[in-house]
């Protein structure tokens, strides 16, 4: 027995000594932004405004466009409450928990001074966790529902774990991790005060859900990045980057879900379009490109090197795909550590397919001494404004950039 974990504790020893030699120097470089010409905002054709003094605006993880009803659904929370209780950063302050985690209804075609008029989604009838009735709010997306006014949303909830002994949330969630679940809510009309919950998604495979993306054209099945993997907490939770235990789940309505991609380092926020998933890679640049097939399997098409530490991909009307990149890595945990005065650098990014169907990507924004930007996790470009829309997880304001005429 000590033999044995004499063994596996020196191939677990050879195993991070090869993964520190080849990940660590490419993190490091993306880490600290070396070799790269990190630009000023200035140096690119747009108008950025923060909206920064409302509440209800903060720490918008995730955000998804209704192209048909032009409202912007946005995944918010409550800055320092991120701080305290956020599973996939390892928080677990439960006493700091937001209490006012919400989808806002932003009405991007209704200006109302600097920012727009938007609801506050309430949720009726959804009971939380232990009747608590909250969200605790990551990933977003959408679907507009053909030939109706009403969308479907799909969100990630990361909520605290029940203990059955007890039948009380577990008082060390440190100890046991979240409970994460996709909650699916459907939201009727674009003046609607509220949100109907549908359907928990609760599943093994879903583990440390960072974002979700529709499969196809429906809510009923959709694909989910366990960032950390299965490991919610411990050794291999925190070493997750450089062992590459990220993974990707499928689930469909009624069939449950399943894992169909593995060894991926730090997935976040992906996105599906035309038939293809694109899974970013926050520790290691790049965007890994799948064929989506039967019953949610992927096969691996492309891989698109781009040497920025990358977060949420959204696409637009056009099939254009926007990344939120971190020129420095290092500086998004200043943000978290800080998130009232932090002015971590960002950039946006495009990727585009090429008449020979390979992506080619570019940089449409940047702001290096984080002027404007929140320490953007989520990038949206409005095809039809050209406006870009930014947020961030910690951030307490979004930012709307108005393309310069
Ligand atoms: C947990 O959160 C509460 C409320 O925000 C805060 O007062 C407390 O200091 C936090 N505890 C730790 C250990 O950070
Ligand atoms: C997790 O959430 C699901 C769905 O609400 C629930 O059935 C399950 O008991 C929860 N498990 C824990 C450990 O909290
Ligand atoms: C690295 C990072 O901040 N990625 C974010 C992408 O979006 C998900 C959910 O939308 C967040 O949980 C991640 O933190």
Not at 59 to 70: G, N, Q, V
Not at 171 to 191: K, Y
Not at 239 to 244: D, R, S, V
Not at 255 to 283: E, I, T
């Amino acid at each position: 027995m000590a033999g044995l974990l004499l063994k596996l504790g020196l191939s677990l020893v050879v195993l991070l000594a090869v993964s520190f030699q080849v990940l660590l120097k490419e993190m490091v470089w993306l880490g600290f932004g070396i070799g790269k010409d990190i630009q000023p905002l200035s140096d690119f054709p747009y108008d950025c405004r923060r909206i920064d003094d409302d509440p209800r605006l903060q720490a918008c993880e995730d955000m998804w466009l209704s192209e048909k009803t032009r409202v912007l659904y946005l995944a918010c929370s409550d800055s320092i409450a991120r701080t305290r209780w956020l599973p996939n950063n390892h928080n677990w302050n439960l006493t700091g928990r937001s209490q006012r985690d919400a989808i806002i209804a932003l009405q991007i075609d209704a200006p109302a001074g600097k920012s727009f008029e938007y609801k506050v989604l309430q949720t009726p009838g959804y009971a939380g966790t232990l009747g608590d009735g909250l969200l605790d709010l990551t990933g977003l997306t959408g679907i507009d529902i053909e030939g109706e006014d009403r969308v479907e949303l799909l969100v990630v909830n990361s909520r605290p774990s029940i203990d059955s002994a007890t039948g009380l949330l577990f008082p060390d969630q440190a100890a046991v991790g979240g409970n994460s679940t996709v909650e699916l809510f459907e939201v009727r009309g674009p003046r609607a005060e509220g949100m109907t919950h549908v359907h928990t998604f609760a599943d093994a495979s879903v583990t440390t859900p960072n974002n979700v993306a529709l499969a196809g054209g429906n809510s009923r099945e959709f694909y989910t990045t366990n960032d950390h993997g299965p490991y919610k907490v411990g050794l291999k939770s925190h070493l997750n980057m450089l062992i590459g235990s990220g993974e990707v789940a499928f689930c469909s309505l009624g069939k449950g879900c399943k894992r169909v991609s593995k060894g991926h380092k730090f997935p976040n926020g992906l996105a599906q379009h035309g038939g293809s998933l694109y899974v970013p890679g926050s520790a290691v640049g790049g965007v890994q490109v799948f064929r989506i097939g039967e019953d949610g399997d992927l096969t691996k098409i492309e891989d698109i090197p781009i040497d920025y530490g990358l977060d949420n991909l959204s696409v637009d009307a056009n099939g254009d795909l926007y990344l939120a990149a971190f020129p420095k890595g290092v500086e998004i945990f200043k943000a978290f550590a800080d998130p009232f005065n932090a002015r971590p650098p960002s950039t946006v990014i495009r990727i585009r397919k090429g008449d020979d169907g390979k992506h080619t990507w570019e940089k449409v924004l940047e702001d290096a001494h984080g002027e404007a930007l929140p320490g953007s996790t989520t990038a949206l470009h409005d095809a039809k404004t050209g406006r870009l829309f930014l947020s961030s997880v910690i951030s307490p304001f979004i930012t709307v950039c108005e393309p310069r005429s």
